[in-house]
C-alpha cells in the first residue's frame, strides 16, 4: 500500500492545541461491507497490515499514553468508566458474562517488549478501491506498547468467516485476545451508555453481543 507523504507541518495556534499535519491525497473511499469484495480477503489484508506494523523495529516509539488515549497501555485506565457503563445499561446486556470478560481482559497483562499500534483500525479509517484494500488513515493514536486495540476490528466490521479468517492470518495468543475483547466492550459499552437510543446504540449492542459470545466460546 501507498504511504502518504507529509506535504506541510503545523503547530498549535488559532485555538487549536495540537500539531498538525498535510499529507498528499490517497484515493479510495471507506471501508463499508458493501465496497468490499471479498470480506475474507479484505480480513487477510487487514491482518498483514497489523502485523507488519508490529514488526517496525519500536525504538523511540511514542509510548502509549494521553496522546493515544490509552490505547497501547493496560485496559485498566478504564476500569471504572467500563464499569458504570455496565452498571447503566442493566439487563440491556448480559450483565453477569460482560464483567467476567471485562476483569479477564485486566487479568491478562502485558509483558512483551513494546510494539507498534495503530490505535484506531476502524472502517472508517480503511481506504478501498475496486474492492481491495488501498490504505490505511488516521495515525493520531498511533505509538508503541501493547498492540491488542489494534485486533477490536474482529467485532466492529467482521462476522462468521471474515472474523474466523482475520483471528487465523493475524496470530496472537490467548492473553491478547482476551485484552483486545476488553477493548472491544469497554467502547462499545460506553458509548450505549451515553446514549441509549442513539442510532448507534444497535450496533454496539452487537458488538456487546458478539464479543461475550466469543469469550464463551474460547473458554470451551
Known amino acids: 500500500m501507498p504511504v ?9 495556534g488559532e485555538g487549536y492545541p495540537f ?8 484515493d479510495g473511499e471507506t471501508a463499508t461491507p458493501e465496497r468490499v469484495g471479498s470480506m475474507s480477503g479484505f480480513a487477510s489484508a487487514i491482518a ?18 494521553t496522546h493515544s488515549f490509552y490505547r497501547g ?8 468508566e467500563t464499569r458504570r457503563a455496565i452498571d ?16 479477564a481482559a485486566l487479568a491478562a497483562t502485558w509483558d512483551g517488549p513494546p ?20 490504505g490505511v488513515i488516521d495515525f493520531g493514536t498511533s505509538g508503541v506498547g501493547d498492540p491488542a486495540c489494534d485486533l477490536v476490528i474482529a467485532w466492529t466490521f467482521f462476522s462468521g468467516q471474515s472474523r474466523a479468517v482475520f483471528r487465523e492470518a493475524v496470530g496472537q495468543d490467548t492473553g491478547m485476545w482476551a485484552r483486545a475483547r476488553g477493548w472491544a466492550l469497554w467502547k462499545a459499552l460506553i458509548t450505549v451508555a451515553g446514549d441509549l437510543d442513539g442510532p448507534s446504540a444497535a450496533i454496539n449492542l452487537r458488538v456487546i453481543d458478539d464479543v461475550l459470545a466469543d469469550a464463551a466460546a474460547s473458554a470451551r
Not at 498483514?48 to 499514553?65: K, R
Not at 447503566?88 to 476483569?103: K, N, T
Request: net charge negative; proline share 9%; aromatic share 8%.
Open 4 to 12: 502518504p507523504v507529509p506535504l506541510a507541518k503545523g503547530v498549535p
Open 19 to 26: 500539531n498538525w499535519s498535510i499529507r498528499r491525497w490517497m
Open 48 to 65: 498483514d497490515f497489523v502485523l507488519a506494523l508490529q514488526a517496525i523495529d519500536a525504538t523511540n516509539g511514542p509510548l502509549a499514553g
Open 73 to 80: 497501555a493496560p485496559p485498566a485506565h478504564y476500569d471504572e
Open 88 to 103: 447503566v445499561l442493566g439487563d440491556r446486556i448480559d450483565a453477569s458474562r460482560a464483567p467476567a470478560v471485562w476483569d
Open 115 to 134: 510494539r507498534w499500534f495503530h490505535g484506531d483500525i476502524a472502517s472508517g479509517n480503511l481506504l478501498v478501491r475496486d474492492g481491495s484494500l488501498v
